[in-house]
């Protein structure tokens, strides 16, 4: 999964950005042998590499460099899906869940317009500040997610999603109670399942839908990630443990099957 801040500030030589440097950052993945490109585009509430009516385009300057093909009419988003394409390779599309780098008030307004809804209960860290994330105890912060899901899946010939839970500092919910509550997330992984078969079967493909979650089933059941009951009810296609930013190839994995 292409990381959607530092691919935006560091992969494109030009601001602003233009198609064909796209297509050639896609070619130079499917040289590799990749089947499959990911890229995310949605995190901390706002859309990445194309405009919403419903969501609010990432305001971090790097990402303004999208802004003049969109403008032209000209969808990154729509590019990156086409090319990947090209390549016989497959595309998902990147969701973070309750993604927070820590910077107060670096997220979309919808979240800060909603205090009631924010996490306040977090685990301890230099980058848990309250305020970025939402608590998914409320049916307000599902549907907000859902609702992003469902246009990405619906508007977009994606061949599926990826739901990214970096780790545990971004916990979905309050951090003392997050084991009682992984039957709601459980609820939401089941409804969008349930919405992604149905696109599927309207555009005649099977859509993957897989996470990334934190490298131990302990630490999955203390973020409210029920994995066991994910895999055992066939809700995720595939499940991808790693810590943040790497893989710990000593981590228990074998857990996980």
């Known amino acids: 999964m292409v990381d959607l801040s530092g691919f935006a500030s560091l992969v494109f030589p030009t601001d602003p ?13 499917a040289l590799s042998g990749a089947d499959v490109f990911g890229q995310e585009v949605f995190a901390q509430g706002w859309v990445l590499h194309f405009r919403s009516d419903n969501y609010e385009y990432d305001a971090r300057p790097q990402h303004q ?44 307004r919808w979240i800060h317009d909603h205090p009631e809804l924010k996490l306040k209960d977090l685990p301890p860290g230099k980058f848990n500040i309250p305020g970025n994330t939402l608590d998914f105890t409320f049916d307000q912060v599902r549907d907000f997610y859902f609702g992003a899901v469902e246009e990405i899946v619906r508007r977009f010939d ?19 109670i997050s084991r ?29 839908l897989g996470v990334r979650v934190p490298q131990t ?10 994995i066991p ?29």
């Open 17 to 29: 950005a233009n198609p064909d440097q796209i297509r050639r950052f896609v070619d130079n993945v």
């Open 65 to 108: 460099r999208w802004v003049q093909m969109l403008d032209a009419g000209i969808t990154p988003l729509e590019v990156f899906i086409d090319q990947s394409h090209q390549n016989g390779m497959k595309f998902l599309a990147g969701v973070r869940i309750n993604d927070d780098h820590g910077a107060p008030g670096q997220a979309a």
């Open 158 to 176: 994606v061949d599926g999603l990826e739901l990214t839970f970096r780790s545990c500092n971004h916990f979905p919910f309050p951090r003392s």
């Open 180 to 208: 009682e509550r992984q039957p709601m997330m459980t609820e939401l992984i089941r409804r969008i399942r349930e919405m992604m078969d149905g696109a599927g079967r309207e555009k005649g493909k099977s859509l993957l």
């Open 217 to 226: 089933l302990e630490e999955c059941h203390d973020c409210g990630l029920d």
């Open 229 to 257: 009951t994910w895999a055992g009810d066939e809700l995720v296609s595939y499940v991808s443990p790693g810590d943040m930013m790497y893989s710990d190839f000593n981590a228990p994995y074998d857990d996980f099957y």
